[in-house]
């Protein structure tokens, strides 16, 4: 080896255990860092002697740094991140009310059973009046149980779309340090690089982990080391194009606005139509799906126990019933009665297991607010109704439309409910909106005017309309139309040497060329907005027309219905809105509002008779509520099984998630883990290589120096 290549190599051997220093370093400190892939340092020959006979040796360098990372067990393994943090949520939030329903001494199964049991009880022996105080405390145990129940499943809906709101925001801020990762990686990507940062790419990991907890989709690597992230197929982030996600109105589907990049008002908004992963999709699950289900079944147990209960101290169907043992209070008003004027008294016949899933299908479907509405037929000469919109939570059944004083309109539905508005001061040849908001029901008002039948030298037609009109000497004039936009006023015709004018008193005028009637032709003041069809028996000169019109005059005014006659048009009028198979439940007959109204004095259960106290529930009307449970136990079974089989299958799924979650962590870790022991031993070798080659150094430092103090 030459002498000059002593320092040569010596100095390589520095390089490299500088490198190999600094690549272990780095892996000891990601060893607390989420996702950090390890590293080392790359060596290679750098030269070697070209025959045995030139000393000159070998000599080495860093050529680069390795990244240790598997992109097939990295995409697997953030594809297992969304399904664990769907199956992870929906198990958290699942648990309590889980726990609830399937526990027998919380449940309320037991707590119906027992009710029932009291009732027949009651029935063997209607006189004794422990065996009523029974009803009222069982009937006390249902309604908690049944509020308790409500209370978690609403809680459970107020809760998941809080955390949506949170998820989402979260990955609004997500998704811009994506982008903005992408971007520094094509920045990166320069020629002579080979690779990009290490460290960029594990924070292009890492974010796109926390998407996929979040959000879900899939993650997919470009060539040139940048990411894109979809869901539904639409792009989150597309390279350096960070888009944003936002919730619905409905608070049903999350929307995606793409950012066009045209100014920061710039986007187009997309319903994304699902999400089938994530913590977000988890919620969406949750709020949509499982909670209304849930909610359903409440409701329809609630509603079928108030039918059933109440109905056996009741008379005839219709009627109020005499011992209301359930009800629901909303607000200020409870409904209990079951008479025809309450709104219990809309709840259907409970005989058997059918009408109990009747009425769980028929609850949830509301009304949409531009549904098809039916109405009468047009009454009067001017006003109609040209269409009825309804809010969801708008009472099927009929309205009734009834004249307040002069300028009021009244709508009554069949529960009592009404509204009176204030009419405009006028429909002017148009539409008026009347708007019953505490009912939901909006009215559009349209403007009728009436036909005249001649136009003769002052004769009146009104704005917008088509009216047939009577003939002169030898012609006949149909058909005139006017145009919305023209004026009311005064139009004259004039005979200008064969040709007609049409001025109005307005001001302005127009002046239009008519030929000899052959056949029938239609003359135009489109200027002014009329026109009209001229016919007749026998051909006309174009001056005998005109001569005929000539000093004839037209007076347009628009129509005007004064409040008066709109109330009176439209009173006594029928509306009937459709579109919702029972919509109680938006009234307030659902689980949340249920309530105990058993009596808390036992002698209510009877009244006196010549002195006798009489059983309000007969004996035959307590054995056949009796006869109700098994009915109503088939209903919160099939609660139970919705609950508890759904929430099984999710906690299955949750630990078959964990498990591969596990296992696909392990082989990463294989792969791109650090090994503390492993990187001990390599601090050791490259300490020992430093020190080696600063020997070396100091060697040929010594040689150096004694080779010039001979030569001196």
Do not use: C
Request: proline content about 2%; cysteine-free; glycine content about 8%.
């Amino acid at each position: 080896m030459g002498i000059y290549s002593i320092t040569d190599s010596a100095m390589a051997g520095l390089n490299i255990a500088q490198a190999g220093i600094l690549t272990t370093s780095q892996n000891v400190a990601g060893t607390t860092v989420e996702g950090y892939s390890r590293r080392n340092a790359n060596v290679i020959m750098d030269s070697l002697a070209p025959n045995s006979l030139m000393l000159n040796g070998s000599s080495f360098a860093v050529e680069g740094f390795t990244r240790h990372y598997s992109s097939l067990i990295g995409s697997q393994l953030l594809t297992q991140q969304s399904k664990s943090s769907y199956s992870d949520t929906l198990v958290q939030y699942t648990n309590s009310i889980d726990s609830l329903v399937a526990d027998k001494s919380t449940g309320l199964n037991t707590a119906i059973s027992r009710f029932f049991n009291a009732m027949g009880a009651y029935a063997a022996d209607p006189t004794n009046k422990a065996m009523a105080g029974a009803i009222t405390g069982t009937a006390k145990e249902v309604e908690q149980r049944m509020i308790g129940m409500s209370t978690l499943v609403n809680q459970i809906q107020s809760d998941a779309r809080s955390a949506l709101t949170d998820t989402i925001s979260q990955v609004n801020t997500i998704l811009p340090a994506l982008a903005g990762v992408n971007q520094k990686i094509v920045n990166g990507n320069s020629p002579g690089v080979s690779a990009p940062s290490a460290d960029l790419l594990d924070e292009r990991d890492r974010l796109l982990s926390q998407l996929q907890k979040l959000v879900g989709g899939q993650s997919l690597i470009n060539a040139d080391g940048t990411a894109t992230q979809l869901v539904s197929g639409m792009p989150l982030v597309e390279r350096a194009i960070a888009n944003k996600v936002s919730i619905n109105a409905d608070q049903k589907h999350v929307a995606l606005t793409f950012n066009l990049q045209n100014g920061p008002n710039s986007g187009v908004l997309t319903t994304v139509q699902s999400l089938d992963g994530g913590q977000a999709g988890a919620l969406l699950e949750l709020s949509n799906n499982f909670v209304p289900t849930v909610q359903k079944r409440l409701d329809t147990i609630a509603m079928g126990l108030v039918k059933v209960a109440n109905s056996a101290a009741q008379t005839s169907s219709g009627t109020a019933t005499n011992l209301a043992i359930f009800g629901f209070k909303v607000a200020d008003k409870t409904y209990s009665s079951l008479a025809s004027n309450d709104l219990t008294g809309q709840l259907p016949t409970i005989a058997n297991e059918n009408d109990l899933l009747d009425l769980y299908s028929s609850l949830g479907n509301a009304i949409a607010s531009d549904s098809a509405v039916k109405v009468g037929n047009r009454v009067g000469t001017y006003t109609s109704i040209s269409s009825i919109t309804a809010s969801s939570s708008t009472l099927a059944g009929d309205y009734t439309l009834t004249q307040e004083e002069t300028n009021q309109l009244k709508i009554s539905d069949a529960f009592g409910k009404s509204q009176k508005v204030t009419l405009a001061v006028s429909v002017s040849g148009g539409l008026q909106t009347v708007d019953f908001n505490q009912l939901g029901i909006t009215l559009q008002l349209e403007n009728f005017s009436p036909a005249l039948s001649a136009i003769s030298s002052s004769s009146i037609i009104k704005n917008a309309a088509t009216l047939p009109v009577g003939g002169l000497a030898t012609q006949t004039i149909s058909n005139m139309a006017v145009q919305n936009n023209v004026q009311s006023g005064t139009y004259t015709f004039t005979n200008n040497s064969g040709q007609l004018t049409l001025s109005s008193s307005n001001g302005g005028s127009q002046t239009v060329t008519i030929s000899g009637l052959v056949a029938s032709q239609t003359i135009n003041f489109d200027q002014m907005g009329i026109s009209f069809l001229v016919s007749g028996s026998a051909s006309e000169t174009a001056a005998t027309i005109a001569t005929n019109l000539s000093g004839k005059t037209i007076t347009l005014e628009k129509a005007e219905d004064s409040q008066a006659t709109i109330a009176n048009t439209l009173n006594g009028r029928k509306i009937k809105v459709s579109g919702m198979s029972n919509p109680l439940v938006n009234y307030g007959l659902n689980a949340a509002n249920f309530v105990s109204l058993a009596p808390t004095n036992f002698a209510s259960y009877f009244k006196q008779v010549n002195g006798d106290d009489v059983p309000l529930i007969s004996s035959e009307k307590a054995n056949a509520t009796q006869q109700m449970s098994a009915v109503f136990g088939t209903s919160i079974s099939n609660l139970v099984n919705e609950v508890g089989v759904q929430v099984a299958i999710w906690k299955n799924s949750q630990k078959a998630d964990t498990v591969v979650l596990a296992n696909l962590k392990a082989q990463r870790d294989s792969v791109s883990g650090v090994n503390l022991d492993e990187e001990a031993a390599n601090l050791l070798k490259y300490q020992q290589l430093y020190t080696a080659s600063t020997k070396v150094l100091q060697a040929g430092n010594q040689m150096f120096s004694t080779l010039l103090s001979i030569m001196n």
